[in-house]
């Protein structure tokens, strides 16, 4: 099946229209017609080469909404006409112990991404700026109904990214919870934090975006810029969370954790980060990483979402201003995830 898509042709060149083949349809796939894409700070380093080397070209895109338009023989929990999603992964080997227990991400064989991938049918895998996709049922979600599917597109990474560490580090109420960075992730950071029942702040640059963050639900947010915040806020947090994609002082944020507090990475910058060993054993602390979540986690967060009624604060955008974003994005020029319309690719 020939679909239009947009795709970097080569590192750090621009994205353009292009054709690309789908598979047909197998026993266990579901055809997608996709509405919406997200456009996460990921895409642009892959296609920059940032983290290695691509097979170009390549066409981004992990944060996947659309409507179910056809199924394979096997499958059961879609149906054609259903509202569904896509994230970071399309596939896994589903047989060692990390994907038994849920943790497909994690896949000891190594899971298949969305874009950039070697599929177990050999193919490479093409992302979500396409009109349509193919996809083993097995990795699509269901978006409830109720929804705005352009806000739940940024949920199937930034959503997700965020929910995972905060459930499985215990964010909740009596709980003190830092978010730095207000971006993509950070702001779902924020939501999803406070409808879990935490006392939130964000730590960010300056203080231009604190009317936004405590609309979005911080109790509290700090200039991180302020020499005085990290000695005012020293030893205070049970959890946070680094959402920000570029290198910071490991060590200066360590020391805002309280005792048995924990430093979660989910930005992942493209310069190693260093830190010295006494910001954490003076007071038991942890640094520690996580990416995205398991299939069911990632059904579990949806869920939650619309329970809480959150989505992403987005900006609508066609595809001819896909290139415009990235260097917004860059920019930091965007409140807060950009959001492809699929139907201006035809």
């Not at 702001?187 to 640059?205: D, F, N, P, R, Y």
């Not at 947090?237 to 020391?255: E, H, P, Q």
Request: negative net charge; glycine residues 12%.
């Amino acid at each position: 099946m020939r679909v239009h898509a947009y795709a970097a042709p080569a590192a750090a060149e621009p994205l353009a229209p292009t054709i690309i083949e789908r598979r047909d349809v197998g026993p266990n796939d579901v055809l997608i017609e996709i509405k919406y894409a997200g456009i996460c700070h990921s895409d642009i380093h892959t296609v920059n080469g940032d983290w290695g080397s691509q097979p170009y070209p390549l066409v981004p895109g992990h944060e996947i909404v659309g409507i179910v338009s056809e199924v394979g023989a096997a499958v059961t929990r879609h149906r054609v006409g259903d509202r569904v999603g896509v994230g970071c992964m399309v596939n896994s080997c589903g047989e060692c112990t990390n994907c038994r227990n849920g943790d497909e991400q994690y896949c000891l064989n190594g899971m298949v991404p969305t874009y950039g991938g070697v599929d177990r049918d050999g193919t490479i895998t093409q992302g979500g700026y396409s009109t349509h996709v193919v996809v083993d049922a097995d990795f699509v979600v269901s978006v409830p109904e109720g929804m705005d599917l352009a806000a739940a597109a940024p949920l199937l990474c930034a959503g997700i990214t965020t929910y995972s560490p905060l459930r499985r580090w215990g964010a909740g109420p009596g709980k003190k919870v830092a978010v730095v960075g207000l971006g993509g992730l950070g702001h779902m950071a924020v939501k999803i934090a406070h409808a879990l029942g935490a006392e939130v702040t964000v730590l960010s640059q300056s203080l231009k975006k604190q009317e936004d963050g405590l609309r979005l639900g911080a109790d509290h947010y700090y200039a991180t810029s302020d020499p005085d915040t990290f000695s005012r806020l020293s030893g205070r947090f049970d959890l946070i969370v680094n959402t920000v994609s570029a290198r910071v002082d490991v060590d200066a944020y360590l020391g805002l954790l309280a005792v048995d507090g924990t430093l979660v990475n989910v930005g992942a910058p493209a310069e190693p980060l260093s830190l010295d060993v006494f910001s954490l054993i003076g007071a038991r602390r942890s640094y520690a990483g996580s990416m995205i979540g398991g299939i069911a986690e990632t059904q579990e967060m949806l869920d939650f979402c619309a329970q809480h009624h959150i989505g992403a604060d987005i900006e609508l955008i066609s595809a001819d201003r896909i290139n415009e974003a990235y260097e917004r994005v860059l920019a930091s020029d965007v409140r807060y995830r950009f959001v492809i319309d699929t139907a201006t690719l035809g």
